[in-house]
């Protein structure tokens, strides 16, 4: 499986960004999806995962009710939406999924097995 993911930018205090993460090489309807992020000086960090049948999402407190994850199984793509940004929310952020489908894995970075390349978020006035 491959991961492109896209979307990041410069983004002030209290606005929204999408990210994608395009895959090829496998489809992901029957995998349990991810995003990570890492920021400076500080170890890669859940974000929010989902199961592979869509169901048990988990969302690092941080995030809660202003993040959400979803997929389009057409286009092979997963998405993250982050509403209400703030500057601690500024890090590298990947998608990632496990080695096989149908798996549940806990939503930690050392279970995962493919990752997109990173894309740059940046919240700042």
């Known amino acids: 499986v491959q991961l492109q993911a896209s979307g990041g930018g410069l983004v002030q205090p209290g606005g929204s960004l999408r990210l994608s993460c395009a895959a090829s090489?496998?489809?992901?309807?029957?995998?349990?999806i991810s995003w990570f992020r890492q920021a400076p000086g500080k170890e890669r960090e859940e974000v929010i995962c989902?199961?592979?049948?869509?169901?048990?999402?988990y969302y690092a407190d941080s995030v809660k009710g202003r993040f959400s994850i979803s997929r389009d199984n057409a286009k092979n793509t997963l998405f993250l939406q982050m509403n209400n940004l703030k500057p601690e929310d500024t890090a590298i952020y990947y998608c990632a999924v496990p080695a096989t489908s149908k798996t549940y894995v806990p939503c930690k970075h050392y279970w995962q097995k493919f990752w997109g390349q990173g894309t740059q978020v940046t919240v700042s006035s």
């Open positions: 090489g496998s489809t992901l309807d029957d995998y349990a």
């Open positions: 989902m199961g592979s049948s869509d169901e048990n999402t």
